[in-house]
């Protein structure tokens, strides 16, 4: 608990007349190559929205080298930057059930100060510094490497990596009292992903991803309503990491409730699962350190568990809304894992997925 603490995600969420309600986005690096869908409300209370989403977050992990069982090759990862993204979106209902959406991120990795506030925090608190002490502060890399050879040609990403269009069929309307609140129901979407960037520069996949959606959500009285997705992706080549034991079909599974309180007030959980990006039972880590502690305080800070588990995050914050639809939240994220890999003592343990992020959303609906 305390070091989710740490990694306290604050979120500043204003909403304007409620479009579609779109999650947020959880901006691991790899994960960010394939601009992996993220959950949504099944419907939307007006026809036409504009949304963007401004973050700033710290991403973090210590360089981890891998071996792989099957041919003895060496694959090295390090992502170690701060990152400001905006993801802008517009939709369009076509018909009442029917609507068309396009998304395009724009992702810049910079140096920053968060990976010492971090640290200093965990000082602070007498907690795990988890390695941090080890590593360089202030840094602005992102490297992956196989056999020695690097497979970007910068470190320091910018840009449009992706262009995303989404198409969403509404099948059954089931809308809370109040605008925004729950436009529920059932939906199936599809999403597809197009490069907009050479892969070499660190932001891209460099070809094609598809996923397949459906959407299902319930209203909980006028104000309140939960809705969960679920999602699979058919992952396109990545060059990038030609020769890993890479997965082709991911899978996604998010819930978000979104309770009314007293008065304009309401309460917002949020709670993600995505599955490995690549097949463990393939890989072997490569320890630098001797103790049993040592390794354990190692994998735990590599990133491995990140590219090779199930990867997590859970969203707890207010809401306050007013008018018809707007509102302003304030959220709290931490990333997680299940399980008990690495010998660790508790059933969920943090996978270095990115530390923390805070998050400006603007969405405009007409």
């Not at 396109?236 to 996604?252: I, K, S, V």
């Not at 049993?292 to 735990?300: F, G, R």
Request: hydrophobic share 40%; charged share 15%; with cysteine.
């Amino acid at each position: 608990m305390l070091r989710s603490l740490g990694l306290l995600l604050f979120t500043l969420h204003v909403q304007s007349a409620w479009g579609e309600f779109t999650s947020y986005h959880f901006p691991n690096p790899v994960g960010a190559m394939y601009d992996l869908p993220v959950g949504e409300a099944p419907g939307w209370s007006e026809s036409t929205w504009v949304s963007l989403e401004v973050a700033a977050s710290n991403v973090w992990n210590r360089q981890a080298t891998f071996i792989d069982t099957r041919n003895g090759n060496t694959y090295t990862y390090l992502a170690d930057f701060e990152q400001e993204t905006a993801y802008a979106n517009l939709g369009f209902a076509l018909t009442p059930s029917l609507a068309l959406s396009f998304e395009v991120p724009y992702i810049v990795h910079n140096s920053g100060f968060m990976d010492d506030a971090v640290d200093q925090f965990h000082i602070l608190i007498q907690s795990d510094r988890f390695m941090r002490n080890d590593n360089r502060k202030f840094g602005n890399h992102f490297k992956i490497q196989t056999n020695g050879i690097d497979q970007l040609t910068t470190e320091h990403a910018e840009g449009v990596g992706n262009f995303k269009a989404k198409l969403k069929y509404w099948l059954w309307h089931w809308r809370a009292g109040s605008p925004g609140a729950c436009d529920c129901g059932l939906a199936i979407s599809g999403q597809a992903k197009f490069p907009t960037q050479r892969r070499q520069h660190g932001l891209t996949s460099g070809h094609n991803d598809y996923s397949g959606l459906v959407h299902l959500g319930v209203p909980l009285g006028a104000n309140s309503g939960a809705w969960a997705t679920a999602a699979i992706t058919k992952l396109g080549a990545n060059d990038t990491f030609l020769g890993w034991p890479r997965r082709e079909w991911l899978q996604m599974y998010e819930l978000t409730l979104n309770i009314g309180l007293e008065g304009n007030l309401s309460l917002i959980l949020q709670g993600r699962a995505d599955s490995p990006l690549f097949n463990k039972q393939y890989l072997s880590f490569n320890y630098t350190t001797s103790t049993e502690q040592e390794q354990l305080e190692e994998k735990i800070a590599s990133g491995w568990n990140s590219l090779v588990e199930w990867r997590g995050s859970e969203n707890i914050g207010l809401g306050w809304r007013w008018g018809k639809g707007n509102m302003v939240d304030f959220l709290f994220v931490e990333d997680w894992a299940i399980g008990t890999q690495n010998k660790a003592a508790d059933g969920l343990y943090v996978n270095n997925a990115p530390d923390y992020q805070f998050i400006t959303q603007w969405h405009f609906a007409f």
